[in-house]
């Protein structure tokens, strides 16, 4: 049990639309990184956000975009959805940006998007 | 281009035999690295680290090794039990400099089966 939780543990959508998913993450945390895995492939970095501005971001392009709040909670949303976004996200808190680079980092269970 | 490489997707050992995961890199910026387990329907949960200035890690059954002329890390189980059967995840991280992060690169993962 890592303490970081995210919503919803399954979504369907069609290509073209748009979808946010959600995570909350352990108390005092004040680092949340997101990451995509597709089906047969280790976890892919998209952005990260530090005190609620983004960080640093993977090679994602800008429909992919996040917001963190002040309590704890971050999202990650996607506009107009591709077949190839079909994959599990996962989110992943940590104490500060450092930490986020070492075994402080605690994962979700994710959530597994199919786009059709 | 992947700068971490798991090459086997899958391997098979007998309870109570070694088990060995092999993990490559390219990058020597890399000086820090993590192994994942990860379960169906949850997130990696972290297993063990080592940092590029040893060459060795134990923590209990499990010890990683790393040979960094040859860009070469490894895991070894032993004893291999039943609830070692998961997908394991070698990654990597640079060290932190302080400016946009590029959170953990992964590996494809290898599917680690302990047959009774």
């Known amino acids: 049990e890592t303490g970081v939780t995210q919503s919803p543990t399954h979504l369907i959508k069609t290509r073209g639309q748009q979808v946010t998913l959600r995570c909350s993450s352990q108390s005092g945390h004040n680092t949340v990184s997101w990451y995509q895995q597709a089906l047969g492939q280790g976890p892919q970095f998209i952005f990260q956000y530090y005190r609620e501005e983004e960080n640093g971001r993977g090679n994602f392009p800008p429909r992919f975009s996040g917001l963190q709040f002040p309590n704890y909670s971050s999202e990650l949303n996607v506009n107009a959805l591709e077949l190839d976004d079909s994959a599990l996200y996962l989110c992943a808190s940590s104490l500060s940006i450092a930490a986020a680079l070492t075994d402080t980092q605690y994962f979700g269970p994710g959530t597994r998007l199919t786009v059709l | 281009d992947q700068q971490v490489k798991q090459n086997s997707p899958s391997l098979s050992v007998q309870e109570g035999r070694i088990s060995i995961l092999n993990c490559d890199y390219t990058?020597?910026?890399?000086?820090?690295f993590l192994w994942y387990k990860k379960y169906p329907a949850e997130g990696p949960t972290f297993l063990i680290s080592?940092?590029?200035?040893?060459d060795k890690n134990e923590d209990g059954r499990f010890t990683v090794f790393l040979n960094k002329s040859a860009k070469h890390l490894s895991l070894h189980i032993v004893p291999s039990q039943p609830g070692d059967s998961a997908v394991y995840f070698c990654a990597a991280s640079p060290p932190y400099s302080g400016g946009g992060a590029d959170g953990l690169t992964f590996g494809k993962g290898t599917h680690l089966i302990i047959q009774p």
């Open positions: 080592i940092s590029s200035i040893k």
């Open positions: 990058n020597s910026m890399f000086d820090y």
